[in-house]
C-alpha cells in the first residue's frame, strides 16, 4: 500500500502547479474565480435591467445616406427657400371601400362620416389639415360666364341623402378634379388623408407611432364589416408595423433557443456543458443590449436580427472551449485543470478570431447609412462583449460543474469511430479528391459570376420591402396603388436660380420641357410643378378658354398664375413633385439620368 502522506504531498503539489501556471490574466482569474463569477452576476444585473430599456430606433433619416449630395443639396435648397423639410409631411391615408355597389350610397357615406370624425380626434392628427368628402378642405371648383364657382364636394348643411343630391356629389367630384386621388377611378372607395403631427400636443414628448397604429387599428376593427373594408398606408402605419413584428421576432427567437438547446446536447451529449454554453451566450445577448442602451442607441430595422448572430457566434465557440475541456477530461484531468488548460490553449486564437470578427462588422461604419452603422456598432459590441463571456465565464463555470462522463464516453466514442460523413469530408484531404473539389469550386465560381451579371440591386417588388409581400400593409397598399391614380413612390425634384429670378420667364419655360421630358420618361406617372399650374391656372382666369394653355410671357402675369392668383411672390426654389410606377431599380435609374442629362 501506498504511502498516504506522499500521495497527500503530490497532490498538493499539483494543486500548487496548477495554482502558479500560465500567463497573469489566467492566473488572475482562475486563482480568484469566486470574485470573477460575482463581478459577471452584477455586470448581468446591471446591464440586464439596461436592457429592459432597449426601445425600437425607426428614425427615417437614418434609411438613407444623409452624405449624399442629393440629400445635402435638398437640405441647402430648404434652409434657402425657408422650409423645414420637403413639404410632403408625414400622412396617412385611410381608404373607405365598399364591396358591392359604390359611394353613392346613404350607409356608405355616413359611415365615412364616422370614421372621418373618429380619426380626427385621435392624439397625433392634425385636425386641421385632415381631408375627406366630409370635409371643406376638399372642394370643386368651375369656371363658369358669371366667373369662379366652387364649394366643398358635400356640403353637410345641404346633404340630405336624397339620389338629388347623391348626383350633385357626383357631379361636384368630376369638377373637383379629386377623381383618382381623394376618390377610386371607379367609385368603389375614397380616401381620408390624416396629416400626422410629429409630437403628442397632448403631452409634448415625440409621438408613439405604435400607440397611434394601435388607434388606427381599433378604428379599423370598429367600422369593417363585409361590405366594408378599410385599407391604412403610410410610413408612420408602415412602421409600426415594422416595430409589431419586433415581437414576433423575440418568439422566434425563444424557438431557435430551445432548437439549439437541442442540437447542442445531442452532439455533446452533456447537461452542465450545454447549460453552460448556453448561459454564457445568452449573457452576451443580454450584455450587448444592455450596453447599446447605455451608448444611447435603440434597436433598429437591421440591428434587430444582430442578437441572433451573437447568441450563434457564442454557441460555436463555446462548442470549441467545451471539447477542448471534454478532451482534457477524458486525458484524466480534474475539471478546473481541464479549464485552465482549455483557457491557456484557445483564450490568444479565441481573441484573435473575435478580433477579426468585430473588425469585420465595424468597416460597415463606413457606409453612410444610419441603419447600416448601426448594425455594426451592435455587431462589434456584441462581439466584443463575448470574449468575455466565452473565452472567460464558460472555462470558469466548467471548472466548477465540470463534464459529465457521458459526455466523456460519447467525445471518446466518436473519437474512436468517426462516422461516415466525417469519414466522406476527410477523403477530401487526399490529392485526387481535392483536385476535383477544386475543379468543382472553380466551374461553380464561373458559374457564379455569369449569373451574377442579371443581378438586380435594390426592392423588386411593390410596397414596403421590410414586411412580407402578403402583409396587411401591403395588401392595403396594393388596393390604393391598384384602384386610385395616385403612386406611393414620389420624387421630389428642385430648380434654382439666381436671386429674384425663380420666375423669369426663361427659367419656367425650361421647367416645362423639363416637366415634358419627365412626362415621357417608362416609369413616370405623373409630374406637378409650377409651370404647369400657370398654365392651368390662366385657362381658369380665362374662362376655361384652352387657347390660353400656354405660360404668358410677361414675368409679372406668370408670377400672378403661379401664385394661384395670389399677389404674394413664390419661393425662390422651383419643385417638380414626380409620381412614380415603383420604386425598383431601373426606374430610379432612368428618371436620374433622365434629370442629370436634362441638367
Given at each position: 500500500m501506498a504511502n498516504p502522506g506522499k500521495i497527500n504531498k503530490g497532490m498538493l503539489a499539483m494543486k500548487d502547479d496548477a495554482h502558479n501556471n500560465g500567463s497573469m490574466i489566467e492566473r488572475i482569474l482562475f486563482n480568484n474565480r469566486i470574485l470573477v463569477l460575482l463581478l459577471f452576476a452584477l455586470a448581468t444585473l446591471a446591464l440586464g435591467y439596461n436592457a429592459t430599456k432597449v426601445r425600437p430606433d425607426i428614425d427615417l433619416t437614418k434609411m438613407v445616406p444623409q452624405g449624399h449630395e442629393y440629400l445635402q443639396n435638398a437640405r441647402k435648397v430648404f434652409e434657402e427657400s425657408g422650409r423645414a423639410d420637403t413639404g410632403t409631411g408625414s400622412v396617412v391615408r385611410i381608404a373607405v371601400a365598399v364591396e358591392q355597389g359604390d359611394i353613392f350610397s346613404t350607409s356608405y357615406l355616413e359611415s365615412l362620416r364616422k370614421i372621418s370624425d373618429e380619426v380626427s380626434l385621435l392624439s397625433g392628427v392634425d385636425t386641421g389639415g385632415l381631408l375627406s368628402l366630409w370635409t371643406p378642405g376638399l372642394n370643386w371648383i368651375a369656371v363658369t360666364e358669371d366667373g369662379f364657382e366652387g364649394g366643398p364636394i358635400i356640403d353637410s348643411s345641404l346633404y340630405d341623402g336624397s339620389e338629388a343630391y347623391m348626383a350633385e356629389i357626383r357631379e361636384n367630384i368630376l369638377k373637383s378634379g379629386h377623381l383618382g386621388s381623394f376618390i377610386a377611378n371607379d367609385f368603389k372607395s375614397s380616401i381620408i388623408s390624416i396629416p400626422v403631427l410629429e409630437t403628442n400636443p397632448e403631452t409634448g414628448e415625440k409621438l408613439n407611432i405604435q400607440d397611434f397604429s394601435r388607434q388606427l387599428e381599433g378604428v379599423r376593427a370598429k367600422y369593417q364589416a363585409d361590405n366594408l373594408q378599410i385599407k391604412i398606408i403610410g410610413d408612420v402605419k408602415k412602421f409600426a408595423d415594422l416595430t409589431d413584428g419586433f415581437m414576433s421576432i423575440a418568439a422566434f427567437f425563444a424557438v431557435a433557443f430551445l432548437i439549439t438547446a437541442a442540437l447542442l446536447y445531442y452532439y455533446s451529449r452533456g447537461t452542465k456543458s450545454t447549460i453552460a454554453t448556453l448561459l454564457c451566450s445568452i449573457i452576451a445577448v443580454i450584455w450587448?443590449?444592455?450596453?447599446?442602451?447605455?451608448?444611447?442607441?435603440?434597436?433598429?430595422?437591421?440591428?434587430?436580427?444582430?442578437?441572433?448572430?451573437?447568441?450563434?457566434?457564442?454557441?460555436?465557440?463555446?462548442?470549441?472551449?467545451?471539447?477542448?475541456?471534454?478532451?482534457?477530461?477524458?486525458?484524466?484531468?480534474?475539471?478546473?485543470?481541464?479549464?485552465?488548460?482549455?483557457?491557456?490553449?484557445?483564450?490568444?486564437?479565441?481573441?484573435?478570431?473575435?478580433?477579426?470578427?468585430?473588425?469585420?462588422?465595424?468597416?460597415?461604419?463606413?457606409?453612410?447609412?444610419?441603419?447600416?452603422?448601426?448594425?455594426?456598432?451592435?455587431?462589434?459590441?456584441?462581439?466584443?462583449?463575448?470574449?468575455?463571456?466565452?473565452?472567460?465565464?464558460?472555462?470558469?463555470?466548467?471548472?466548477?460543474?465540470?463534464?459529465?462522463?457521458?459526455?466523456?464516453q460519447h467525445a471518446e466514442m466518436k473519437s474512436a469511430k468517426p462516422g461516415n460523413l466525417i469519414d466522406f469530408f476527410s477523403r477530401f484531404t487526399e490529392s485526387k479528391a481535392a483536385a476535383i473539389s477544386i475543379g468543382i469550386a472553380i466551374a461553380g465560381a464561373a458559374v457564379g459570376i455569369y449569373l451574377s451579371q442579371g443581378l438586380k440591386i435594390g426592392d423588386l417588388d411593390k410596397g414596403a420591402p421590410?414586411?412580407?409581400?402578403?402583409?396587411?400593409?401591403?395588401?392595403?397598399?396594393?388596393?390604393?396603388?391598384?384602384?386610385?391614380?395616385?403612386?406611393?413612390?414620389?420624387?421630389?425634384?428642385?430648380?434654382?436660380?439666381?436671386?429674384?429670378?425663380?420666375?423669369?420667364?426663361?427659367?419656367?419655360?425650361?421647367?416645362?420641357?423639363?416637366?415634358?421630358?419627365?412626362?415621357?420618361?417608362?416609369?413616370?406617372?405623373?409630374?406637378?410643378?409650377?409651370?404647369?399650374?400657370?398654365?392651368?391656372?390662366?385657362?381658369?382666369?380665362?374662362?376655361?378658354?384652352?387657347?390660353?394653355?400656354?405660360?404668358?410671357?410677361?414675368?409679372?402675369?406668370?408670377?400672378?398664375?403661379?401664385?394661384?392668383?395670389?399677389?404674394?411672390?413664390?419661393?425662390?426654389?422651383?419643385?417638380?413633385?414626380v409620381e412614380l410606377s415603383d420604386h425598383k431599380e431601373e426606374t430610379l435609374q432612368r428618371v436620374v439620368t433622365a434629370v442629370e442629362q436634362f441638367a
Open positions: 450587448q443590449l444592455g450596453i447599446l442602451v447605455l451608448f444611447g442607441y435603440g434597436v433598429g430595422v437591421f440591428s434587430v436580427l444582430v442578437p441572433f448572430l451573437i447568441f450563434a457566434i457564442g454557441i460555436s465557440h463555446g462548442v470549441q472551449i467545451i471539447n477542448a475541456i471534454i478532451r482534457e477530461a477524458s486525458a484524466g484531468k480534474s475539471s478546473y485543470e481541464a479549464a485552465r488548460i482549455s483557457f491557456r490553449q484557445l483564450v490568444k486564437p479565441g481573441i484573435i478570431a473575435l478580433i477579426s470578427d468585430g473588425m469585420g462588422f465595424a468597416t460597415l461604419l463606413v457606409i453612410d447609412v444610419g441603419v447600416i452603422q448601426d448594425l455594426a456598432v451592435a455587431a462589434s459590441v456584441g462581439v466584443a462583449v463575448l470574449i468575455l463571456t466565452n473565452l472567460v465565464l464558460l472555462p470558469i463555470l466548467i471548472s466548477y460543474g465540470g463534464v459529465t462522463p457521458k459526455a466523456i421590410e414586411l412580407r409581400a402578403n402583409s396587411v400593409y401591403n395588401q392595403d397598399n396594393d388596393y390604393i396603388t391598384t384602384n386610385f391614380s395616385t403612386s406611393t413612390d414620389e420624387m421630389l425634384i428642385f430648380v434654382t436660380n439666381g436671386p429674384g429670378m425663380a420666375t423669369s420667364y426663361k427659367k419656367i419655360d425650361l421647367l416645362n420641357r423639363f416637366e415634358w421630358v419627365l412626362q415621357n420618361t417608362p416609369g413616370v406617372q405623373s409630374v406637378q410643378s409650377d409651370a404647369s399650374k400657370a398654365k392651368f391656372t390662366r385657362i381658369a382666369f380665362n374662362e376655361g378658354n384652352l387657347k390660353m394653355l400656354a405660360l404668358p410671357r410677361v414675368e409679372k402675369t406668370l408670377t400672378y398664375y403661379i401664385s394661384g392668383g395670389s399677389t404674394l411672390g413664390v419661393e425662390s426654389a422651383l419643385f417638380l413633385k
